[in-house]
């Protein structure tokens, strides 16, 4: 029951979350005072690093496809890099996820909870970004 709970909460903080970030247009993310603020402020900090990871991201697939594009020229069966990068970031994410949940659970059903996860979110996101940078530098950069 304190699982449906604690999922019920998580919807209805993810649904009202417009409307919080409107309530919150002054928040101060280098001193945040209250929970509310803390949980926001985290949130913002994973969707910046969220738009670094997309960037990362397509600079390595323009990487992996050039591999591609080279390896071609020589036998077919040499291609993949793309659909491997694709591949793996697809299931990185649920990765991600689940460890961001299992996080959450040290304050499991409180309001610190989201800020646990949204700060997961982040620093994991900080992690993979800086592995698809190495990926999109190629092996002579």
Do not use: H
């Given at each position: 029951?304190?699982?449906?709970?604690?999922?019920?909460?998580?919807?209805?903080?993810?649904?009202?979350?417009?409307?919080?970030?409107?309530?919150?247009?002054?928040?101060?993310?280098?001193?945040?005072?209250?929970?509310?603020?803390?949980?926001?402020?985290?949130?913002?900090?994973?969707?910046?690093?969220?738009?670094?990871?997309?960037?990362?991201?397509?600079?390595?697939?323009?990487?992996?496809?050039?591999?591609?594009?080279?390896?071609?020229?020589?036998?077919?069966?040499?291609?993949?890099a793309?659909?491997?990068?694709?591949e793996?970031?697809?299931?990185?994410?649920?990765?991600?996820?689940?460890?961001?949940?299992?996080?959450?659970?040290?304050?499991?059903?409180?309001?610190?909870?989201?800020?646990?996860?949204?700060?997961?979110?982040?620093?994991?996101?900080?992690i993979?970004?800086?592995?698809?940078?190495?990926?999109?530098?190629?092996?002579?950069?």
């Amino acid at each position: 029951m304190k699982y449906k709970l604690s999922l019920a909460a998580a919807t209805f903080l993810a649904l009202s979350a417009p409307a919080l970030a409107q309530d919150l247009p002054n928040v101060n993310c280098q001193d945040p005072q209250t929970q509310m603020e803390f949980t926001y402020c985290a949130e913002q900090d994973w969707n910046a690093a969220d738009a670094e990871l997309n960037k990362a991201y397509k600079a390595a697939m323009a990487q992996m496809k050039s591999y591609d594009e080279g390896l071609a020229e020589y036998a077919k069966e040499l291609v993949g890099a793309a659909n491997a990068l694709k591949e793996a970031q697809r299931a990185w994410i649920p990765y991600r996820d689940k460890a961001c949940e299992a996080y959450g659970f040290q304050a499991r059903g409180g309001s610190m909870e989201p800020q646990l996860i949204y700060s997961c979110y982040a620093k994991m996101t900080r992690i993979r970004t800086g592995e698809l940078k190495e990926l999109a530098g190629g092996l002579g950069n």
